[in-house]
């Protein structure tokens, strides 16, 4: 599943804010957080764990959750490709419009 499309949905979003928050959870943990069913939250971390954004360690009969750095940093890297693309472009807009700007004042004396 893509990355982006999994933290689309609210209760994931929060599930990888409460992970982040406590560097590992217990799934029984996660559930508590939640208003929702327990097998609810099972499928909202399956969907996280399909896209690479949580791992899943069994410890005797718990199933303890991390983030996945590699999957967060994929994510990141992507963001900060776009981030410089849309500088860019911004930055070539700002000229533009200075010289537009610099012409209409020229006119105007």
Do not use: C
């Amino acid at each position: 599943m893509d990355r982006f499309a999994a933290l689309a949905e609210p209760n994931r979003r929060r599930i990888i804010e409460l992970i982040a928050v406590n560097g590992e959870m217990a799934s029984t943990d996660i559930s508590n957080e939640f208003d929702i069913s327990a097998p609810a939250v099972s499928q909202h971390l399956k969907v996280l764990r399909e896209a690479k954004l949580v791992q899943m360690e069994k410890r005797a009969q718990q199933r303890i959750y991390t983030i996945n750095p590699e999957g967060v940093d994929e994510m990141w890297e992507w963001l900060s490709q776009m981030r410089k693309l849309w500088t860019q472009r911004f930055d070539a807009l700002d000229k533009i419009l200075l010289n537009e700007h610099s012409k209409m004042k020229g006119k105007n004396k």
